[in-house]
């Protein structure tokens, strides 16, 4: 292992060690930029309470409460939004990275929107937390990640976005 393999790992189990102590949103941030994904694109967002939330991103009221298990978010932050522009600098990369739906035209995800979300319990079934993942992609038409922290526990849960959502969504 090189010098800088193993730099690389110890700086990325410093940023999951971080995410025991102090603020879930700054050390979530810390951990994605040191996996590469980095961005200044963020949004202020006080208080990091589900309410803020709902009133920033559901103005349409599509977010079902009960399936986002909403009472169980103790904080919610956003944390960047990743362009295409930052993801892929150059053309080549561009066209590698299209992706082509079964008899569809061709098309790509232009952002990546993360998030860092405080559970209440400590455990959570998978199905549960995908409920909130659903829930939360309803509201946006490019991806959301979200990072959750529930008990001692980390899960990154990224939904698969098909061409359909393309256009649907703002």
């Known amino acids: 292992m090189s010098v ?3 730099q690389a790992k110890a700086s990325i189990n410093e940023g ?3 995410l025991a102590k102090g603020k879930l949103a700054d050390n979530a ?4 930029f040191t996996l590469g994904y980095r961005s200044e694109k963020t949004l202020p967002f006080y208080p990091n309470s589900s309410d803020n939330f709902i009133s920033n991103f ?3 009221k599509k977010l079902n409460h009960q399936k986002a298990l909403l009472n169980e ?10 362009t295409w522009d930052e993801i892929a600098g150059d053309d080549q990369l561009k066209l590698s990275l299209k992706t082509r739906a079964k008899g569809e035209n061709t098309f790509f995800i232009s952002s990546y929107l993360f998030f860092a979300i405080e559970l209440r319990r400590r455990t959570y ?3 549960q937390l995908d409920g909130i993942v659903r829930e939360i992609n309803k509201l946006f038409l490019n991806p959301a990640i979200i990072l ?8 990154l849960s ?6 359909y959502k393309q256009g649907k969504r703002i």
């Not at 941030?29 to 994605?32: E, G, I, P």
């Open 125 to 127: 079934t998978s199905e």
């Open 29 to 32: 941030r810390n951990l994605f």
């Open 58 to 60: 559901d103005s349409d």
């Open 4 to 6: 800088s393999e193993q």
């Open 73 to 82: 978010w103790l904080t919610v932050d956003f944390l960047f939004q990743l």
């Open 158 to 163: 990224i939904i698969n976005r098909g061409q």
């Open 148 to 155: 959750f922290q529930h008990g001692e526990t980390l899960t």
């Open 16 to 18: 999951l060690s971080s």
